[in-house]
Structure formats: structure tokens, C-alpha cells
Nanobody, 124 residues
Framework: QVQLVESGGGLVQAGGSLRLSCAAS????????MGWFRQAPGKEREFVAR????????YYADSVKGRFTISRVNAKNTVNLQMNSLKPEDTAVYYC?????????????????WGQGTQVTVST
């Protein structure tokens, strides 16, 4: 059974930084595409970033490009999201997700395992 556990969320002022981590178990981590999604109050869940099995390919939503960086350490079964220059509109619950597949032209597709989420709140 795949388990994904996020950590690192919290309250930060606009312009600040946070680093989210996701610890994965119950899967052959180095074979999985990993991603981060977020859901703000009253809104649908949206794609944030994705990283392929080796870490050699990443993709970001336009809203976070240049500010967020996704990375992974296969030896530790972890995926991270470094978030810089945070804005109030980044406030959301952030979810780690895993996919056995990699869709080149559909970066948000195929994620079928999810963590419980971690709250990120950015104040003005």
C-alpha cells in the first residue's frame, strides 16, 4: 500500500520561503513520477509541479514557475518542493502525489496515490 506523508507546511509572510517534503513508502519510489498539487479554500485542486523518475525532467504550473523547485532523493524515498517568493495566493493545502506513468504532454495526469496534505498559509 502506497503511503505518502507530507511535512514542512506552516505560516509565512509574503516574500518568504518554505520547503515541503514528502516521504513515500510501499512503492518502488525510483520508478514513480512524483508531483505536488494544491487546493485553496473554495477552489478545485490544481497541479503545481511534477518530476520524473530520475529527477531529470521537471514541469511547473505557470503560476509557480521561477519561484518553486521540485526535487527528489531516490535513495531516501523523498520528494521536496522548495517554495520561494511566496504570495498570499499560494495559500492552500499542498498534496504530494505519485504516478506509475509519465505523460509527456499531460503533466497532471495519472496521479493515483495521494498524501493527506500540509497547510501552507502566506500572510500579507
Amino acid at each position: 500500500q502506497v503511503q505518502l506523508v507530507e511535512s514542512g507546511g506552516g505560516l509565512v509572510q509574503a516574500g518568504g520561503s518554505l520547503r515541503l517534503s514528502c516521504a513515500a513508502s510501499g512503492l518502488t519510489f525510483s520508478s514513480y513520477t512524483m508531483g505536488w498539487f494544491r487546493q485553496a479554500p473554495g477552489k478545485e485542486r490544481e497541479f503545481v509541479a511534477r518530476i520524473n523518475w530520475s529527477g531529470g525532467s521537471t514541469y511547473y504550473a505557470d503560476s509557480v514557475k521561477g519561484r518553486f523547485t521540485i526535487s527528489r532523493v531516490n535513495a531516501k524515498n523523498t520528494v521536496n518542493l522548495q517554495m520561494n517568493s511566496l504570495k498570499p495566493e499560494d495559500t492552500a493545502v499542498y498534496y504530494c502525489a505519485a504516478s506509475r506513468y509519465y505523460y509527456v504532454s499531460q503533466p497532471s495526469r495519472g496521479f493515483d496515490s495521494w498524501g493527506q496534505g500540509t497547510q501552507v498559509t502566506v500572510s500579507t
